[in-house]
DNA sequence: CGTTGGAATGTGCACGGTCACAATTGCGAC
DNA sequence: GTCGCAATTGTGACCGTGCACATTCCAACG
């Protein structure tokens, strides 16, 4: 169907189908120049409202969306993130993903995120094959593990990145969280109740954060001349937390266990449960992350408490200042985990 | 810098700086047309072998990287398909996305998510707008809601989606999950214990999976002639299983709660343990989901399990097979939630 | 030895935006 | 009335890839 238009000019009222409407088939509605319309779309300063105006009134009426791909190509950027992830599953980087995705759409980014199902290298190196496909502007490497750090600095990634859950170290490329403050509170915690025979359960090793809270761990251990044992390593699990507390009650020589997170805590409690003991009186438990559920753990749980969204954002942040070479205020201020008591904590009965 | 090739050709060593190869630079090295390298890079069948391994050994040389913005332009499609997700931080959503996302890799395909923070329609059309945006070529819908399902009809999207966690009917849209034969499972298990006073802990009605448990329970319920109570709406938190666990124990006239997820199923054993009540002698309880850490519960958590992995790879399937227009053998075999007994569940003590 | 036809390769344009630059318009000052 | 300058708008090329079509190559056949 065809009209005519006051103007003289013949228009099909409906444009082919099939195609979604370009910005020339808006210019050629609204009478102007196709580079008017992009300077509509992009709010060029010099572009006269009656005119704005009339091309705004037929992208509206076109319904007409401007094409990512083809301002990609032409700007030679994308507009998009890449977040590396893995155990995407669980609490925490769930909800840092979260609050990445939110803060790079507010800021007009999209985010693709690539899971790292296990640690082969392999699966590491498609992953990153993945994002860089798709040529992202920046990555998120949302499971630190070390591995995983070498393979990206070993591609010497021309993108900046930015990791999360670090060493309290600010560089440009870690995010200051003081997971080494959060450990030693949780520690001073129990060494403050009286404690004195103290195990650490750990998360992986290859993990930086688990070794970051070892360290604070052995740190303010150290700092109160208290005597340590070594770590043991977990996987994260409560499943793992389970057995490792089945291990350790075989020789019950301790009062307190500080858990790298909820989940071994949560297991840790249930073999001490099923031993017949009691928590806290027998054993004092803290856990690392303060999950949702963990205020509702029988008993509730001591942890430390992480801003997990807050985390995701400031990882934004960071990340934009490198993309853009802006200034970063984002990691001014280090992010402090704050210790939650709860009732799985008391002094030693012995 | 230059160097003489032997066929008589100046060829710059290094290309221009700062610019990434392209298909030319690369047929320009090979000596060959742009044309050719587009179909080593396709698996053209007419290449001659000797042409494509030469081509090839300049692709790895030059670490040439096809430019997705390119050819998505060109081909009209960007091999993108959107996930619009709620509470992406619960395990349930975060483990399909998760399987999501590595079943559409492996398809070749990129995910971009986008998360609706509250339920407010302005939330629901900003992220969907983000994922057209992008022209994505499918949606999935992690969220279930009325309002967002009616949201996206409404935008009379021109793109395929597939919603998660339906109510057992498979159509186009829905993958066949039934959660009203898992409500059923739940139900009748406590039915078969001897309980005839039950109160099911609902999730948000607007969600459509809520509404399915709501729905089997009600009709398990009704199929064994057992009277009801009116469900009591959550919002899938501990925090509010917690508190709805202490209004019923104001009554008190049951001997059993079927909980539509496991956290809902964590707060109301902390609230019954609270009032010097035991679990399971006083009070059954059975929950929904079995996220990892019910098996540690206290007491380990009686639990329908749903396999969210599968969901999502499933749910890949479905959408892939509605955008390539091709048959769907997916939603063929409806997957069935399973009941996993533990030791939150035993026969009424009255 | 010319013809034929399929395999292998090349040519030019299109996709939908943006950029650099050119052209036109508008308006106050001379 | 016209000149100058800034504001506003238009023109054409280009980004990297795939498609349609044209061309070349080469072996088999009559």
Redesign the interface.
């Known amino acids: 169907m065809t009209v005519h238009i006051p103007t003289g000019v013949m228009v099909s009222e409906n444009p082919p189908t099939g195609?979604a409407p370009s910005i020339r088939d808006v210019a050629r509605l609204a009478g102007v120049s196709h580079q008017t319309v992009s300077r509509v779309l992009n709010a060029h300063p010099s572009i006269r409202e009656s005119t704005k105006l009339r091309v705004q009134q037929v992208i509206d009426d076109l319904q007409y969306?401007?094409?990512?791909?083809?301002r990609?190509?032409v700007k030679?950027q994308?507009r998009t993130i890449g977040v590396l992830s893995a155990m995407?599953?669980?609490?925490g980087p769930?909800?840092s993903?979260?609050a990445i995705?939110?803060a790079a759409?507010e800021a007009g980014y999209?985010?693709?995120?690539?899971?790292i199902?296990r640690g082969e290298p392999s699966s590491i190196q498609?992953a990153v094959d993945?994002l860089?496909?798709?040529?992202v502007e920046g990555i998120v490497v949302i499971a630190p593990q070390v591995r995983v750090i070498e393979a990206i600095e070993k591609l010497s990634i021309a993108v900046p990145y930015v990791t999360l859950q670090s060493t309290g170290v600010a560089d440009k490329h870690a995010l200051s969280v003081d997971q080494i403050a959060g450990a030693r509170l949780a520690t001073r915690h129990l060494i403050d109740l009286g404690h004195r025979n103290i195990y650490h359960l750990a998360g992986p090793q290859d993990w930086i954060e688990a070794e970051a809270r070892m360290r604070g761990f052995l740190e303010e251990m150290g700092a109160n001349d208290v005597p340590t044992t070594a770590p043991i390593l977990g996987d994260w699990?409560?499943?793992f937390?389970?057995h490792a507390g089945r291990e350790l009650l075989r020789v019950r020589d301790f009062t307190a266990i500080f858990s790298s997170n909820d989940?071994m805590a949560?297991?840790l409690?249930?073999a001490i449960?099923d031993a017949g003991l009691d928590i806290p009186r027998d054993v004092s438990i803290v856990g690392f992350d303060d999950i949702?559920?963990a205020?509702?753990?029988?008993p509730?749980l001591t942890t430390v408490r992480q801003d997990?969204a807050e985390l995701g954002r400031r990882c934004i942040a960071l990340l934009l200042a490198n993309i853009t070479g802006g200034a970063n205020e984002a990691s001014s201020s280090p992010l402090i985990p704050e210790l939650v008591v709860r009732s799985s904590t008391a002094p030693p009965a012995w």
């Open positions: 195609r969306r401007p094409n990512s791909a083809a990609a190509l030679g994308s995407s599953a669980e609490y769930a909800s993903i979260a995705q939110d759409r999209f985010v693709n995120t690539a899971n199902s498609a993945h860089m496909d798709q040529s699990t409560a499943g937390g389970y989940q949560l297991g409690m249930h449960r949702p559920e205020a509702h753990f029988w509730p997990f």
